[in-house]
């Protein structure tokens, strides 16, 4: 196989994707022949069962790059999308068997290219799946990436993975990645939305993280984030807040050379709400 594969976390599962279809930089075709009319259904009944549960609960931005995604009823041509999203902000979505190492991940962040994995998952993982499939990174991550600010973050956000990389500060960053990237709400004029990818592509959580009473909602705090554990196994307990996507450009631009060196001195703190 020309790359090995990639395994997160301690797992007794071999990863799903097919590495020996990928290059040095971890990317391949996209393998659209290998789709089955069942593939195409389930990508459909997806976008649909998601795209109801928009109104209210996911971002303006979100829901107004949604279309460019194209078509809805089977899973998209990746270089159709291309097309679009270049014109919209010179960036490109690129395809990755499954999770990739971090090195890679960020470099092709840092050029603007973003990782899609092209499988998609079986029937009977229709509501919980644990790896990303084509649905998670398609429907999730790809239209906040017409956003030409939440774009330029995506970019910056590569680079600085390479630089905390360096520095032995990739679990710090990642928790960034977590609570923003994947787990963000946004604060509009008609209440709080989501922009992060994990909530937009879950049908509970996107209800969870909106309306539910339980979670603690606090203000965007990049040390706090960083001194946060988190859970991947179940709803998150704790959402982070920003106010516009710039606000998430701006706190992350410093340096964060010296917020790893005291983070790495601070206690971690639990992923649910102190008990009252
Ligand atoms: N400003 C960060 C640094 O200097 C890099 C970064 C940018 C990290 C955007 C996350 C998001 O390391
Ligand atoms: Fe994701």
Redesign the pocket.
Known sequence: MAVEPVVYGASERPPRGDYSRAGADYTCPQDYASYTPADHATYRRLYERQAALLPGRACDAFIAALPSLGVKDRIPHFDEINQRLYQATRWEIVTVPGLIPEVPFFSLLANRKFPVTDWIRKPEEFDYIVEPDVFHDLFGHVPLLFDPVFAD?MQ??G???L??HGLGACEL?SR?YWYTVEFGLIRQKDGFRAYGAGILSSPGELQHAIASPEPQRLPLDIERVMRTRYKIDSYQQTYFVIDSFQEL?DK??????PVYARVKTLDELSAAPAAA
């Open positions: 973050h910056a956000y680079k600085g993975g630089k905390a960053l960034l450009f992350t631009a410093p340096d964060f050379t």
